[in-house]
């Protein structure tokens, strides 16, 4: 059913929604896995605490190189991520001017960026993640 301004919002497998600006939002929630997200932001601000812990997760991302624009998957283990802005905020609220995960695959590591990178090696259309069992 179409919102106020008429537009229809469009539900995802990772059970979110894009607006007409193109933000998206969450939709579904549930702490099971693997879980799915559009970007890294989301990602990052839902595991933060167990990245920051040690907790180590195994991730298949969907997307395009920048630089080529081909599209591509990548499965590797997730090494490090980035989260940053110019102030001090909270990134669940509003979104940071850098996110990206660093991802090691088996035969390179790459950086991944939302469906907007520019700077990353990978802007990122689709992320799954699920925690390596130690």
């Known amino acids: 059913m179409p919102d106020h301004a008429g537009v229809e919002p469009r539900l995802t497998a990772a059970g979110l929604h894009r607006d007409r600006l193109g933000a998206s939002a969450v939709v579904r ?40 624009h081909e599209p591509g998957t990548w499965e590797g283990v997730v090494e490090d991520y980035e989260l940053q802005s110019e102030v001090e905020i909270d990134f669940s609220l509003a979104p940071p001017t850098v996110s990206s995960l660093t991802l090691s695959t088996a035969e390179e590591t790459l950086t991944v960026g939302g469906w907007r990178a520019t700077v990353e090696d990978v802007a990122a259309t689709g992320i799954e993640i699920t925690p390596i069992a130690e």
């Open 29 to 68: 929630t549930g702490r099971t896995f693997p879980r799915r997200y559009l970007d890294p932001r989301r990602a990052i601000t839902d595991l933060r605490s167990e990245l920051d812990d040690g907790t180590r997760f195994r991730a298949t991302i969907e997307g395009y190189h920048t630089d080529s």
